[in-house]
Nanobody
Framework: QVQLVESGGGLVQPGGSLRLSCAAS????????INWYRQAPGKERELAAT????????DYADSVKGRFTIARDNAKNTAFLQMNSLKPEDTAVYYC???????????WGQGTQVTVSS
């Protein structure tokens, strides 16, 4: 069955780094755009970063631009979110999302908690 499994979240001090991973199975990973969303307590889910199917193009929310880097390895069916210079306002549950281009399929992971605090 289709699965997206995030890992790599945790507690980090301000200014620190984390690398999130999203392991996919059960579908043709390379045919899907991959997004990383995040949802902070009491706030709506927001798109943090997105990467095209081949990994050649990415885009970021203004709030994370220059600090976060999204990447993917289609051979390993895995996507990543490298987060540097973390701030307390980055605290959120981070979700991996796979969307099929020209299709209705839209898959979500269960989320991983990132907490930035001293």
């Amino acid at each position: 069955q289709v699965q997206l499994v995030e890992s790599g979240g945790g507690l980090v001090q301000p200014g620190g780094s984390l690398r999130l991973s999203c392991a996919a199975s059960g579908f043709t990973f390379s045919a899907y755009v991959i997004n990383w969303y995040r949802q902070a307590p009491g706030k709506e889910r927001e798109l943090a970063a997105t990467i095209t199917r081949g990994g050649l193009s990415a885009d970021y929310a203004d709030s994370v631009k220059g600090r976060f880097t999204i990447a993917r390895d289609n051979a390993k069916n895995t996507a990543f979110l490298q987060m540097n210079s973390l701030k307390p306002e980055d605290t959120a549950v981070y979700y991996c999302n796979a969307v099929r281009v020209l299709g209705a399929e839209n898959y979500w992971g269960q989320g991983t908690q990132v907490t930035v605090s001293s």
